[in-house]
Nanobody, 111 residues
């Protein structure tokens, strides 16, 4: 199983980033997919989740209205569109199928 995140980087407050997570080694369409994040000194927290066919999504209150999770089952990829980014969104972002985790991609929001 591999989950490979990409798309992180340094962005100014108010900016946007789109994270991608390419999955392989399991039947992608059968799994709920999630994005988590962990900031230095803090516990890992759930950011967003999406059901196997994308019919249901959920978000942490802190990102509702700013982040959108989506998936492309044909490409075995899950995305996280992040808009109106804030410094408190700075963290390592991980995707997970709730059994396996990727290595993460760093998002830094700073002026």
């Amino acid at each position: 199983v591999q989950l490979v995140e990409s798309g992180g980087g340094l962005v100014q407050p108010g900016g946007s980033l789109r994270l991608s997570c390419a999955a392989s080694g399991f039947t992608f369409i059968n799994y709920v997919m999630t994005w988590y994040r962990q900031a230095p000194g803090k516990e890992r927290e759930l950011v967003a989740g999406i059901t196997s066919v994308g019919s249901i999504t959920n978000y942490a209150d802190s990102v509702k209205g700013r982040f959108t999770i989506s998936r492309d089952n044909a490409k075995n990829t899950v995305y996280l569109q992040m808009n109106s980014l804030k410094p408190e969104d700075t963290a390592m972002y991980y995707c997970s199928n709730l059994e396996y985790w990727g290595q993460g991609t760093q998002v830094t929001v700073s002026s």
